[in-house]
């Protein structure tokens, strides 16, 4: 990939991402006594608008090199450079009252013991919020392992959550659930 390929790709997520957060942040309605777990936290960028609303961002990313980013300047951030399916081996998301994907759940070969651990251990309370691909988005991953909403929202509800905010974005969808 050539560098002015990398940096439209990169200009053109950032103006989508912006489109689309403020929505987000709304739907989520997170508070300065939120902990939130932002897993596959990529460059930064909504660890950074969580730091400003929540108590404290954990994030977790595979790639240590993207935790140079300026978005991880707050201080209320701790940075964690693994992979969550590694780390969920011996940690957990008993802290957590928001645990967060942003188009990183669909990539992720553990998705079940993931959602099972996050069920185990998330406070009753405690959100899952997922920012994914809407299959008609003509960028982002293969359509054939993309995540529609009709196939995430059973497979996330089966392990004792509920389906309690949703909105619809050109290219994406934001879906939160609750634990019941």
């Given at each position: 990939?050539?560098?002015?390929?990398?940096?439209?790709?990169r200009?053109?997520?950032?103006?989508?991402?912006?489109?689309?957060?403020?929505?987000?942040l709304?739907?989520?309605?997170?508070?300065?006594?939120?902990?939130?777990?932002?897993?596959?936290s990529?460059?930064?960028?909504?660890?950074?608008?969580?730091?400003k609303?929540?108590?404290?961002?954990?994030?977790?990313?595979?790639?240590?090199?993207?935790?140079?980013?300026?978005?991880?300047?707050?201080?209320?951030?701790?940075?964690?450079?693994q992979?969550?399916?590694?780390?969920?081996?011996?940690?957990?998301?008993?802290?957590?009252?928001?645990?967060?994907?942003?188009?990183?759940?669909?990539?992720?070969?553990?998705?079940?013991?993931?959602?099972?651990?996050?069920?185990?251990?998330?406070?009753?309370?405690?959100?899952?919020?997922?920012?994914?691909?809407?299959?008609?988005?003509?960028?982002?991953?293969?359509?054939?392992?993309?995540?529609?909403?009709?196939?995430?929202?059973?497979?996330?509800?089966?392990?004792?959550?509920?389906?309690?905010?949703?909105?619809?974005?050109?290219?994406?969808?934001?879906?939160?659930?609750?634990?019941?």
């Amino acid at each position: 990939m050539n560098e002015n390929h990398f940096t439209k790709h990169r200009y053109h997520n950032q103006k989508i991402r912006e489109s689309i957060s403020e929505e987000i942040l709304k739907a989520m309605s997170l508070t300065k006594e939120d902990i939130v777990f932002d897993i596959g936290s990529g460059d930064g960028f909504y660890s950074s608008l969580f730091a400003k609303k929540a108590k404290k961002v954990i994030a977790i990313e595979a790639y240590k090199m993207n935790f140079e980013d300026p978005n991880y300047s707050e201080s209320n951030i701790e940075r964690i450079d693994q992979d969550v399916c590694e780390w969920i081996k011996v940690n957990d998301f008993s802290e957590a009252t928001h645990v967060f994907f942003s188009n990183s759940f669909h990539d992720l070969g553990c998705q079940r013991v993931l959602l099972e651990k996050i069920s185990k251990t998330i406070c009753e309370g405690g959100h899952i919020d997922f920012v994914e691909f809407n299959l008609k988005a003509n960028f982002g991953p293969p359509k054939s392992i993309r995540l529609p909403i009709n196939v995430l929202k059973p497979m996330v509800e089966s392990y004792g959550f509920k389906k309690v905010k949703s909105v619809d974005f050109e290219n994406h969808y934001f879906i939160s659930f609750v634990k019941v």
